[in-house]
């Protein structure tokens, strides 16, 4: 929610309070990965660990239901963690570098490509809870 608000009024390319807005998204930028890194990092993991026992406890017949749709549920939350890896890590070092780097010319761009790559962070979980409500429905 943070990245499309800081996007909001941004002044475009060759305005002159462009480049400042650009150093301040540079600035904010580390303190909203941190707290968004401490807030959803523990989430994925308990996601992944709480997926993969009831995929393994439905297997072995101590909980009812598809063991597959837990086990779809923890590879949605392990996806989650290795796209935020390979493609999200190379833009949250870009946007971090936007306070010290003269070339403010890309911090929008970025910025929407982050939102964009986002997208996917969120699609993964909503696919691996709508296979959770479905094997509620079905026990």
């Known amino acids: 929610m943070t990245v499309p608000t800081l996007l909001v009024d941004f002044p475009p390319l060759g305005h002159p309070d462009h480049s400042a807005r650009a150093t301040l998204l540079g600035h904010q930028w580390p303190v ?5 890194n401490n807030f959803f990092r523990p ?11 009831a995929a393994w406890a439905a297997r072995g017949g101590g909980l009812k239901g598809d063991w597959r749709l837990y086990a779809l549920g923890a590879a949605c939350h392990l996806s989650t963690v290795v796209h935020s890896a390979i493609n999200m890590q ?6 971090d570098r936007l ?5 403010k010319t890309e911090a929008v761009q970025l910025a929407r490509d982050w939102v964009k790559c986002n997208k996917w962070r969120i699609f993964f979980p909503f696919v691996a809870g709508s296979a959770a409500l ?3 429905c079905l026990v």
């Open 32 to 36: 909203m990965w941190v707290v968004g």
């Open 43 to 53: 989430i994925s993991t308990l996601g992944i660990f709480g997926y993969g026992f």
């Open 90 to 95: 190379p833009l949250n070092d870009q946007l």
């Open 99 to 103: 306070s010290m780097s003269e070339d």
């Open 134 to 136: 479905w094997q509620a």
